[in-house]
């Protein structure tokens, strides 16, 4: 089950500091149950904003973080992967 979703910024150490924590979003939080943690680039989103900034390896500067239980069906999410070609990306 999905419970929390946040926004990182590359370019914000704060924000860093909350992806990379032990809790997510939460430098310092005293960790209490197993997490999962996935995140992805905002690009479209960006790009979308009109952002269009990148670092010096081309990433763009927010990602996705979505955070979750384990072992918790949820339906109606639903998580589509799809693998691109360097040309496409």
Same mark, same amino acid.
């Given at each position: ?9 590359? !370019?914000? +150490? ?5 992806? #990379?924590?032990?809790?997510? =979003?939460? $430098? *310092? ?24 900034? !990148?670092? +010096? ?5 927010? #990602?996705?973080?979505?955070? =979750?239980? $384990? *072992? ?18």
């Amino acid at each position: 089950m999905i419970t929390a979703t946040r926004q990182t910024s590359f !370019r914000s +150490g704060r924000s860093l500091a909350g992806q #990379r924590a032990e809790v997510p =979003g939460q $430098p *310092g939080g005293e960790p209490t149950r197993a997490v999962l943690t996935l995140s992805t680039c905002a690009t479209p989103e960006g790009g979308a904003a009109g952002d269009f900034r !990148r670092d +010096g390896l081309g990433n763009p500067e927010h #990602r996705i973080d979505e955070a =979750g239980v $384990p *072992g918790v069906f949820c339906p109606g999410r639903l998580w589509t992967v799809r693998y691109v070609s360097a040309e496409e990306s």
